[in-house]
């Protein structure tokens, strides 16, 4: 029988129920915190794995998603989660932390791809009315977009629409969401340098 350390307390308020950590038979007596954005549900544990859960739960307290990410990214290409030295006093890593036996943080970092990736796929606003023009997807490089561009001015330029006025309007947006998709890509490929 081990005494509880640190002064922690069974919480007053706790449902009758098991620890709940895989397999722990133990009851659930000490709560945490579900998730950032549910501070006020709560998950149950025994003592130990109140410990366990709060000590990955304490890294991602007052983060941004981006951060996380930021984060994660530092490491070996999303493979897997990992902490900033600086968060655990340098080389000391626990390993029972680097288990994430609960799967808080493989959840978080799940979570954090799926929006990374919904991100990447949407275009910035302002462009998206120059790209539905040119009925074109997102991302997109220059080439594509000059092909695309080409192919258009082609189709809607007065010497083959017999001096049509629709065709001659719709040229100028064509050339208008080109300039700016144009200048945009530039813009980008000159900071990605
Ligand atoms: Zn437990």
Not at 3 to 11: F, L, N, V
Request: charged content about 35%.
């Amino acid at each position: 029988m081990r005494k509880p350390r640190g002064g922690a307390r069974p919480d007053p308020s706790r449902p009758d129920r098991p620890c709940e950590a895989p397999d722990c038979p133990l009851p659930g007596e000490y709560r945490a915190p579900r998730d950032r954005f549910q501070l006020d549900k709560y998950r149950w544990f025994c003592l130990d794995h109140v410990r366990e859960y709060n000590r990955g739960w304490d890294f991602y307290k007052g983060m941004s998603e981006a951060q996380i990410e930021g984060a994660l990214r530092q490491d070996t290409g999303w493979q897997r989660p990992t902490w900033p030295l600086g968060r655990l006093g340098g080389a000391r890593l626990d390993p029972e932390i680097l288990r994430d036996p609960f799967h808080i943080l493989s959840d978080q970092v799940a979570m954090a791809q799926r929006k990374a990736a919904a991100e990447a796929s949407r275009p910035p606003p302002e462009l998206r009315a120059a790209l539905d023009l040119l009925d074109l997807g997102w991302p997109i490089d220059s080439l594509a977009l000059k092909t695309r561009y080409k192919e258009l001015a082609k189709r809607y330029h007065p010497d083959t629409n017999q001096g049509d006025r629709s065709a001659e309007e719709r040229l100028k947006d064509i050339n208008r969401a080109y300039s700016l998709l144009r200048h945009k890509l530039a813009g980008a490929e000159a900071s990605a340098r």
